[in-house]
T-cell receptor, first 115, second 109 residues
Framework: NAGVMQNPRHLVRRRGQEARLRCSPM?????VYWYRQLPEEGLKFMVY????????ESGMPKERFSAEFPKEGPSILRIQQVVRGDSAAYFC?????????????FGPGTRLTVL | QKEVEQNSGPLSVPEGAIASLNCTYS??????FFWYRQYSGKSPELIMS????GDKEDGRFTAQLNKASQYVSLLIRDSQPSDSATYLC?????????FGSGTRLLVRP
């Protein structure tokens, strides 16, 4: 049973470029969460999605960041016009249906470096 | 502001000892609590979840929850050098997890 998959594992972008991070949840999981971990800091919630729906994006910066989870394919976190402060590890987690206890399982993360 | 607080450590224990990690939370609405282990440069790995007051044991790990005191702890028995990592405490807030900043554990051989 494959776990949460994320790609790329490492991404280098120059200031002003776009970054696209992809996440495929565990099989049987329909809930996807994105978290960001800045260097030497804790994990911060960004956005929660279900298929074709953004449920909560209260942790997302208002500008330049967007997320989607289409009917087919992986969830995408998109960062436009990246700045150095966007350099961080971005983790995706997934959980099974809402009847569970909200155990979230994390992918390996994408480490974004902005030059 | 809903918060989860942890001592950043490092907590240093000798091999074979019991490591005790603690966490407090501010959101009385949180129902579920989780302990994740994170090795340097790696992703968080879920090691324990607890939903009810009291103790929950799984192998060498015991999680404790006291909702009245808003306190969660993790005990690691017979600590091994391979347990050296950062341990993250998290509480749920509806569906999203609120994480503490983590406690770094160092197990000395």
């Amino acid at each position: 049973n494959a776990g949460v998959m994320q790609n790329p594992r490492h991404l280098v972008r120059r200031r002003g470029q776009e970054a696209r991070l992809r996440c495929s949840p565990m099989k049987g999981h329909s809930h996807v969460y994105w978290y960001r971990q800045l260097p030497e800091e804790g994990l911060k919630f960004m956005v929660y999605l279900q298929k074709e729906n953004i449920i909560d994006e209260s942790g997302m910066p208002k500008e330049r960041f967007s997320a989607e989870f289409p009917k087919e394919g992986p969830s995408i976190l998109r960062i436009q016009q990246v700045v150095r402060g966007d350099s961080a590890a971005y983790f995706c987690a997934s959980s099974p249906d809402r009847g569970g206890n909200n155990e979230q399982f994390f992918g390996p993360g994408t480490r974004l470096t902005v030059l | 502001q809903k918060e989860v607080e942890q001592n950043s450590g490092p907590l240093s224990v000798p091999e074979g000892a019991i490591a005790s990690l603690n966490c407090t939370y501010s959101d009385r609405g949180s129902q579920s609590f989780f302990w994740y282990r994170q090795y340097s440069g790696k992703s968080p790995e879920l090691i324990m979840s607890i939903y009810s007051n009291g103790d929950k044991e799984d192998g060498r790990f015991t999680a404790q929850l006291n909702k009245a005191s808003q306190y969660v702890s993790l005990l690691i028995r017979d600590s091994q050098p391979s347990d050296s990592a950062t341990y993250l405490c998290a509480g749920d807030s509806s569906y999203k997890l609120i994480f503490g900043s983590g406690t770094r554990l160092l197990v000395r051989p």
